[in-house]
Structure formats: C-alpha cells, structure tokens
C-alpha cells in the first residue's frame, strides 16, 4: 500500500499546476476504485453474520466507506477571477435561466 501511495503521490507532484492532468489522474483514480468496488471487493464481502459484524465494525474504527468526492460546478466557479469590466454581463449557467436585465 506503501509504494501505491507514493507513486500516486508522485504523479500528483509531478502534474502539480496542470488541472487537465491532475483531472486525468483523478479519473483514472476513480475508474480503478469503481473496478476493485465491484470487482474483487464485491466478491470478498463477507458471507456470515459474525463476518459481517466484524467488517462493519472495522468500518466504524477505521473511518468510515471509501467515497470519492466530486466538485460541484458551483465549486469550480468559486475559483473564477471577477471580471475586469463591470459592464460585461456573464451567459447564464445551463441550470439557471436567464436574467432579467
């Protein structure tokens, strides 16, 4: 886990500045997490009770379910720069409608 940690690591670092990339290896990272969940992980899953309260109880002591995190576009455009010029009006967002202007 070690050395999977670390490569992963470095391949944020060496990406470090470049969001098209970095948002490449976050993809990647999460179709290998939807493959080991419903591969592998699925087919380990424990088939008794005793087995089933053991796995539950490990999730409880080790912090929960795996979840990857996904950005809202809200999120994303929280990092926008404003506009230089007042005056010039923004087009609308796909979800919102237009605005009365």
């Known amino acids: 886990m070690v050395a999977i940690e670390k490569a992963v ?18 993809r990647l990272l ?8 419903t591969g592998p992980f699925t ?11 053991n796995f539950l109880l490990d999730i409880e002591a080790q912090g929960g ?7 809202s ?6 990092h926008l720069q404003p506009e230089a010029s007042e005056g010039t009006a923004s087009p609308p967002l796909p979800d919102q409608p237009p605005s009365a202007s």
Do not use: F, K, N, V
């Open 9 to 26: 690591r470095e391949a944020a670092a060496a990406r470090q500045g470049d969001a098209i990339a970095l948002l490449a290896l976050l």
């Open 30 to 37: 999460e179709a290998l997490h939807r493959e080991i969940e």
């Open 43 to 53: 087919a380990a899953l424990p088939q008794t009770r005793r087995d089933l309260y």
């Open 65 to 71: 379910w795996p979840y990857i995190y996904r950005r």
């Open 73 to 78: 576009l809200q999120q994303l455009l929280s």
